[in-house]
């Protein structure tokens, strides 16, 4: 069973629980998972602090036992926290800076997440009016929609190109072919100018609801089936509906932050006294390749 890398765990939840301590709320009563000097962790806390882990993480711990291996490293993260504590760690002053910087971006995603919320709803009518005024931007070239079967040995893409013209499921063809250590994908709409052009000319020249192929290109021979041919011109407003909101919501936000800041400005009192030197404002590299790694840390050498 895959491990969960101890040092992703470990950051990426001990930031939020150095601004959740002594904060939470009492909740209803959920099962209690472990107690560490006194200290529960219950099942709405591991559910919690499994949403802030990276989405390649989180497949693991919906195991049962990664879900084991989870709370371990959270009674584990708990621990180091009171032995860092102890040592009085948040005392330094290179620490409180940095708690200090998480404080303000935590406060300033808030607040943006905020404004973002509280932005005006987008009507459908206004959906359609800006289909409607804006028609031209969503024309479309020919596409065809097509998945396909790649294979390194042509006599292999001849049996399989057969099977399908006599109506074996292309489904499990592509079942059969990846189970082999070959390479299938369902391609979705294409348009031409993105793929190979033995490919794309098979594909496009192709009818509708049929087989083509053995295809021959530089990544090796191609069985395609082409399901659905589209013309060029302007898809309906339903298929481009979803694009036009978020476009629309996204500039809305923009405009709600962008007024925001100009009302602060406008209420605040602010003089500039200085202009910002010419100088660099990072220091230099250090010399021979010594760099620090992104996120400003040397990770942690597990053998010590």
């Known amino acids: 069973m895959r491990k969960l890398p101890w040092v992703v765990v470990l950051v990426t939840v001990a930031v939020p629980y150095l601004f959740a301590c002594g904060n939470a709320e009492k909740k209803e009563k959920d099962a209690v998972l472990a107690v560490v000097d006194g200290d529960r962790i219950t099942e709405s806390m591991l559910r919690k602090e499994a949403e802030n882990l990276p989405p390649y993480i989180r497949p693991i711990v919906e195991t049962q036992a990664g ?4 709370l371990d490293s959270l009674i584990s993260r708990d621990l180091l926290m009171r032995e860092a504590l102890r040592r009085g760690l948040e005392r330094r002053t290179e620490v409180r800076e940095r708690l200090e910087q998480a404080r303000k971006s935590i406060l300033l995603e808030t607040l943006l997440r905020e404004v973002a919320d509280n932005s005006p709803g987008l009507s459908e ?12 931007s969503f024309n479309e070239g020919e596409r065809v929609r097509v998945r396909h079967i790649l294979f390194k040995d042509e006599r292999q893409a001849e049996e399989a190109a057969d099977k399908a013209k006599k109506g074996h499921p292309f489904e499990e063809l592509m079942v059969e072919a990846e189970a082999a250590g070959g390479t299938t994908a369902d391609l979705g709409l294409i348009e031409r100018g993105a793929y190979d052009k033995e490919f794309e000319e098979a594909a496009f020249g192709a009818a509708e609801n049929s087989i083509t192929g053995p295809v021959k290109t530089v990544y090796g021979y191609h069985v395609l089936q082409v399901l659905e041919k589209r013309p060029a011109g302007l898809p309906p407003f339903e298929e481009v509906r979803g694009r036009i909101a978020a476009d629309l919501r996204e500039t809305a936000q923009r405009e709600a932050f962008e007024n925001l800041v100009d009302g602060l400005k406008k209420r605040a009192e602010i003089r500039l006294v200085g202009t910002p030197s010419a100088g660099e404002l990072l220091p230099a590299k250090p010399p021979g390749g010594m760099e620090a790694p992104a996120g400003g840390e040397n990770p942690p050498d597990e053998g010590r």
């Not at 879900?67 to 989870?70: E, G, P």
């Not at 009518?125 to 031209?136: D, F, I």
């Open 125 to 136: 009518e206004a959906l359609r009016k800006y289909y409607e005024q804006n028609r031209e």
């Open 67 to 70: 879900r084991k291996q989870f």
